[in-house]
């Protein structure tokens, strides 16, 4: 748990109402407000305004949120107005489709370094990057100064790649091997994993 | 928005109890309380307790939560003590990780159905599944009565083969393009958005 002012459960649905607007705002919008972001992601208006009082006074009673002025806070307050460079270890089909991902312009981040521990793979290239040998990983790592990376590797690898990211100073890291990692207090671990969004839908099956 | 009961951003938060529920039964243990799942989650206590209490009494102030009984009581509340077919629709880097992904074992899911539309890749086999033409979804999901569906192809297709899916009868869709699709009221939508998870964590580095 963040030893921080505000929770960590509150920090995780600011992504969730910037991802939003920046939807509204490719649909033209200019405009909105905290009942309609709560009915697009399925959370109370009190909640949203609850979330952003946390970190200022965003819109006006009446008038709403300008998209805009409330997408350009949101990318300060998430520090996204830059961008952040990514290492993605593991080049695997996850990996594969990382380094490929379409999804990360203009969201805060570029993937600048790949690698992996198969002889075959090492030195291949994968678009304009070439796939780098683990053997390097904390060296390079280190020297590009990347505080961010993207672990595809299989379950076994997983705790051992971590490490040596650790050690490569890397501070926050996206897992997505099926299976939980220990690191130090100021690291930060996310987990991808589909059974978490297939089993909140079941609920709703007969 | 759910019209239901129970707000959808607490069923949201049930897999996470079950997984780590699961975890811990993996490490041997055999007792847990709404503290210690609170502590690993980064949700209060309070919250999960008030959580669980939206289902019935699971626990005793005092002697906590036997982890099976609690398990197996969220197993039935998300209705994952049965195994749900699931199709993929997209057969391209992510598709392929999926049908070969370890992590839906005992979960609640298998992959029975794979899809494409690259005359390529039909016929091919990935794992013990042969790839699908597209032009078949229809009538394939619809005879196999499959629900759920993941759906990793390119974003300009998202919305045509959601389309299709629906037809199919398809109630349940994991979407991995990073677009938003259109359904109809009583049809799920999940999203997969690597960057949701990265921005939480911007947030605390320097």
Redesign the interface.
């Known amino acids: 748990?963040?030893d921080r002012l505000v929770?960590?459960?509150v920090?995780?649905r600011?992504?969730?109402y910037?991802?939003t607007l920046q939807?509204m705002n490719q649909e033209g919008r200019r405009v909105t407000s905290s009942q309609e972001l709560?009915?697009r992601l399925?959370?109370?208006a009190a909640q949203i305004r609850k979330d952003l009082s946390q970190f200022g006074e965003f819109g006006k009673q009446g008038t709403g949120y300008s998209i805009d002025y409330l997408t350009d806070q949101l990318r300060q307050?998430?520090?996204?107005n830059k961008v952040?460079d990514?290492a993605v270890v593991g080049i695997?089909?996850?990996g594969?489709?990382?380094a490929?991902?379409?999804?990360?312009a203009n969201?805060?981040?570029r993937i600048v370094l790949l690698f992996d521990n198969d002889p075959q793979k090492i030195g291949a290239k994968v678009g304009e990057f070439t796939i780098n040998s683990i053997a390097d990983v904390v060296k390079m790592v280190r020297e590009a100064d990347v505080?961010?990376a993207?672990l595809s590797v299989p379950?076994v690898y997983a705790q051992q790649v971590t490490n040596l990211l650790v050690e490569a100073g890397v501070?926050?890291i996206?897992n997505y091997a099926?299976i939980?990692i220990a690191v130090p207090a100021p690291v930060?671990v996310?987990?991808?994993?589909?059974?978490?969004?297939?089993?909140?839908?079941?609920?709703?099956?007969d």
């Not at 307050?77 to 996204?80: A, D, E, F, N």
């Not at 490929?100 to 990360?104: D, I, L, S, T, V």
């Not at 987990?191 to 297939?198: A, G, N």
């Open positions: 748990m963040e929770p960590n459960i920090v995780g600011l992504p969730l910037l991802r939807l709560g009915e399925g959370i109370s307050i998430l520090k996204v952040w990514v695997g089909d996850v594969h489709a990382l490929r991902y379409q999804g990360f969201r805060g981040f505080q961010i993207m379950v501070k926050s996206l099926p939980n930060h996310q987990y991808i994993d589909p059974v978490l969004h297939l089993q909140r839908m079941t609920y709703y099956l």
